[in-house]
């Protein structure tokens, strides 16, 4: 894509256009903003900008020289059932103090989406300061991360003082051997247990451990007779908080009094509270439908005809043949009968297993509700999500 213009202002979809096009200092220009609007330690700006930002495609609306809002996508590969998935997490959504309220952070939005869909992403999330900021762009919310400071306040109240016999050990950068077990470990859980969770590999937790360390933190991995149980990654300059913890179900209780053992001194128990009204959720979008409808499974072959309306995107207009089973799935357009219609909302709400039971039903254009129910039980993908990245 190339640049957008207007008599005010210009868009860049990346860096490498900016710099192209006569902003030198793009790079720059995006760090200060960053600090200016998230207010994060100069350690974990320099984090962000040496581990993440090479990564990612950067979105920035320049007046002249003067760089006034910008987005940020990281890419993820996330496991989706028995897929593999590439998919944006937006970040870094900023807009200059005395710019705001101009309408630029949704030319951002819709400029990303747009470049989303002709990558074929099949959908894009992100963890919002404020879910009615998101909710104009079809944006929903399906998933509220796990609160490990209440969990860790219910395991001390139940037995602070058993002796579990396991200890605690902090991962360090150079130790490889540990950062494989920690993997694999993860890998087995997740896998076993969710439907939709960020890959993990021995790279994912060198990057996680540098993410940690820069706000004082780390990982702490929980072992009994020398064997992985559990881990937690923490970050400590705004207080001690669990930024991810993960465990077999049968440990949970075990691996928490151990991390509050090593934790407890000065700690306040609210643990996992940034802000006393701030619930870290995550909200999801479908970007392109026909590369997301690709993405489902079944263990059944299952069809299924969706007309779809998006007001943003407008090549997700239509209505499409979906055929799913275990050897893969088609998507066609037709011009048979739909039988449910919807807004790109409701179906991100409806295939990530977040829409009620007479909404759904309300979708559904055919007589013969019951058997599309069952198609889209068969069909559903979010119904057990792991999505805790917070940057």
């Not at 991100?348 to 039971?357: A, D, I, P, R, S």
Request: proline content about 2%; overall charge negative.
């Amino acid at each position: 894509m190339g640049e957008e213009r207007r008599m005010e202002y210009d868009i860049f979809t990346s860096l490498e256009e900016a710099r192209e096009k006569g902003i030198e200092k793009v790079r720059e220009d995006i760090y200060c903003l960053w600090q200016e609007c998230f207010g994060d330690t100069d350690s974990y700006t320099d984090f962000y900008f040496q581990w993440v930002v090479p990564y990612n495609r950067i979105f920035t609306l320049y007046k002249e020289d003067k760089l006034c809002s910008m987005l940020h996508l990281n890419p993820y590969t996330l496991a989706v059932k028995e897929n593999e998935v590439k998919a944006d997490y937006i970040v870094g959504v900023a807009t200059r103090k005395e710019e705001r309220k101009k309408g630029y952070m949704g030319l951002l939005i819709e400029k990303a989406l747009q470049w989303m869909y002709e990558e074929g992403k099949p959908f894009t999330y992100l963890m919002p300061a404020a879910e009615v900021i998101y909710y104009p762009y079809d944006f929903r919310k399906v998933y509220t991360l796990e609160n490990w400071g209440m969990e860790m306040e219910k395991a001390v109240l139940k037995g602070s003082s058993k002796n579990t016999g396991s200890r605690l050990v902090k991962l360090t950068a150079s130790d490889i051997d540990s950062r494989r077990v920690l993997t694999e470990f993860t890998e087995d859980i997740l896998r076993r247990e969710y439907d939709i969770y960020a890959l993990r590999s021995r790279k994912y937790y060198e990057k996680l451990l540098a993410e940690m360390n820069s706000t004082k933190g780390g990982i702490a991995l929980v072992l009994k007779k020398d064997d992985l149980i559990g881990y937690a990654a923490y970050m400590q300059d705004d207080g001690f908080q669990i930024a991810e913890c993960i465990y077999e179900l049968s440990d949970k209780e075990e691996v928490l009094l151990e991390l509050y053992r090593e934790f407890s001194p000065g700690l306040s128990l609210s643990l996992n509270d940034r802000k006393a009204d701030f619930e870290p959720a995550i909200m999801m979008r479908i970007v392109n439908l026909k590369a997301f409808l690709l993405s489902l499974y079944s263990e059944r072959e299952t069809s299924l005809v969706i007309e779809a309306k998006d007001e943003r995107i407008a090549e997700n207009n239509g209505v499409f043949h979906l055929v799913t089973g275990k050897e893969g799935s088609s998507v066609d357009n037709t011009e048979e009968p739909p039988m449910l219609r919807g807004n790109i909302s409701d179906l991100t709400l409806l295939f990530f297993g977040k829409l009620e039971e007479e909404k759904r039903k309300e979708l559904i254009t055919v007589e013969e509700k019951d058997s599309v129910l069952a198609v889209l039980s068969e069909l559903q993908i979010g119904n057990r999500l792991f999505l805790n990245e917070i940057v």
